[in-house]
T-cell receptor
Framework: DVKVTQSSRYLVKRTGEKVFLECVQD?????MFWYRQDPGLGLRLIYF???????EKGDIPEGYSVSREKKERFSLILESASTNQTSMYLCASSSSGTNLNNQPQHFGDGTRLSIL | AQSVTQLGSHVSVSEGALVLLRCNYS??????LFWYVQYPNQGLQLLLKYTTGATLVKGINGFEAEFKKSETSFHLTKPSAHMSDAAEYFCAVIRSGGYQKVTFGTGTKLQVIP
């Protein structure tokens, strides 16, 4: 089974802090994603990566950056945390396979981040 | 642009009753559609997917969904609800343009009443 591990389940930080969320997958997947999940809004894509050192902006990249130095690890960085970034953050990975659109995404259990 | 709409943010059913969770999609190209489930304090996991071929798709835990092009729908059903089905369910569609970007619906929370 694919395992996607997020480093923290719960995290509390203060406004203005630089925050790092880490995600590791063990299936040699090419693609990795960061989402935030808010009640009534579903999941919104922040950033994704389709290869090492490659990254693409998602729908809500403002205030965030990412890093993918190794294939198995994808980090989300909040440059200067603000209270409106309090949310559940979900990491996912997927294979490209022979048909990219046919591949499901595999999710970690999430990090619930509170910014005070 | 591809999108999905889930009707009903909360659905309650009695244990043993039919589960029906609604999803309508918008797509100018043949869609790739997914249903995911999220149990409390967990990430999402795949229930089933529609790519091409058979329009009735069977998934895990007794769930199935039918792709109806004429109705632009991909509703999720289960004949008999179990207490363990209580969770939040998300419909999703692959966007065009590559990179496997996905648009998720806003989710439907299923409550199962004993």
């Amino acid at each position: 089974d694919v395992k996607v591990t997020q480093s923290s389940r719960y995290l509390v930080k203060r406004t203005g802090e630089k925050v790092f969320l880490e995600c590791v997958q063990d299936m040699d997947h090419e693609n990795m994603f960061w989402y935030r999940q808010d009640p009534g809004l579903g999941l919104r894509l922040i950033y994704f990566s389709y290869d090492v050192k490659m990254k693409e902006k998602g729908d809500i990249p403002e205030g965030y950056s990412v890093s993918r130095e190794k294939k198995e690890r994808f980090s989300l960085i909040l440059e200067s945390a603000s209270t409106n970034q309090t949310s559940m953050y979900l990491c996912a990975s997927s294979s490209s396979g022979t048909n990219l659109n046919n591949q499901p995404q595999h999710f970690g259990d999430g990090t619930r981040l509170s910014i005070l | 642009a591809q999108s999905v709409t889930q009707l009903g943010s909360h659905v309650s059913v009695s244990e043993g009753a039919l589960v029906l969770l609604r999803c309508n999609y918008s797509s100018s190209v043949p869609p790739y559609l997914f249903w995911y489930v999220q149990y409390p304090n967990q990430g999402l996991q795949l229930l089933l997917k529609y790519t091409t071929g058979a329009t009735l798709v069977k998934g895990i835990n007794g769930f199935e969904a039918e792709f109806k092009k004429s109705e632009t729908s991909f509703h999720l059903t289960k004949p008999s609800a179990h207490m363990s089905d209580a969770a939040e369910y998300f419909c999703a569609v692959i966007r065009s343009g590559g990179y496997q970007k996905v648009t998720f619906g806003t989710g439907t929370k299923l409550q199962v009443i004993p």
